[in-house]
């Protein structure tokens, strides 16, 4: 949702400056790259992940839903119910992540 908000906000300012939205725009910090080419703002459109679940029930298995696709069991046992993803969080809070 985020580059959909922003290119709204990119718009309306560039509107409310009285800048023609269709030409070529260096945008609010384009005085950075000098050698950067203008781009035309476009609107961007939302388009949400359709039904994306994962539910371990038990140690055993599961019940999933990927973009509308039924999930068998065994994935949502493999990614979700043998440990719950916790292996994730030990780099995560120790940093080791982003070394």
């Known amino acids: 949702m985020v580059p959909t908000v922003a290119s ?10 009285g800048d023609d939205v269709s030409a070529g725009s260096d945008g609010l910090l384009g005085w950075l ?8 703002l476009v609107q961007k459109e939302y388009s949400p992940m359709k039904g994306t679940i994962a539910i371990p029930v038990g ?24 440990s719950f ?13 982003w070394a």
Not at 8 to 17: C, N, Q, R, T
Not at 33 to 40: C, D, M
């Open 8 to 17: 709204s906000i990119a718009i309306d300012i560039h509107k409310g400056l």
């Open 85 to 97: 993803l916790l292996e994730l969080v030990e780099p995560l809070v120790t940093g080791r992540k």
């Open 33 to 40: 790259n000098p050698f950067a080419k203008p781009t035309r």
């Open 59 to 82: 140690p055993g298995g599961g019940v999933g839903q990927v973009f509308g696709w039924g999930m068998p069991s065994f994935m949502v046992k493999k990614a979700k119910a043998e």
